[in-house]
């Protein structure tokens, strides 16, 4: 039973730690000389991006569609009503989870443009 529980919690350590440089965090790459306000100036985007929302009612919306996605395309394939719980449970976790994703990488761009905003040359 240990094996088990570990065997669930290692994948969400490890997309916890894969996220390090993703979304509010994001330290973008900079081309030419960085100024002496630099950090103040990735701080402040930091923060602006942070402000965003990561859950909001898109995010269920989102997980409402998948939700009813699986749940039809396997009542569909299995022509069974077996596993429509599990299908849909799933199927609500990729919907939020793409949508929570989706609002990651749009807080990789307020810094990224934030930082051009500053006068920062962005590359990546």
């Known amino acids: ?3 088990r529980k570990f065997s669930l919690i290692l994948p969400a350590i490890l997309v916890a730690g894969a996220c390090t440089n993703t979304g509010a965090n994001y330290q973008p790459i ?3 000389p960085i100024g002496p306000n630099y950090n103040v100036d990735l701080q402040q985007c ?8 990561s859950v909001d009612g898109t995010t269920a919306g989102n997980a409402a569609i998948g939700a009813a996605g699986a749940a039809a395309t396997t009542a569909i394939i299995q022509d069974s009503s077996d596993n429509l719980g ?6 609500a976790l990729i919907g939020a989870g793409a949508d929570v994703y989706s609002k990651n990488q749009n807080k990789e761009v ?3 443009n934030c930082m051009r905003g500053r006068g920062y040359n962005v590359v990546g």
Request: charge should be positive; avoid cysteine; glycine fraction near 8%.
């Open 86 to 91: 599990r299908a849909a449970a799933a199927g």
């Open 46 to 53: 930091q923060q602006l991006a942070a402000s965003q929302a």
């Open 1 to 3: 039973m240990p094996f």
């Open 110 to 112: 307020i810094v990224r």
């Open 30 to 32: 900079v081309d030419g």
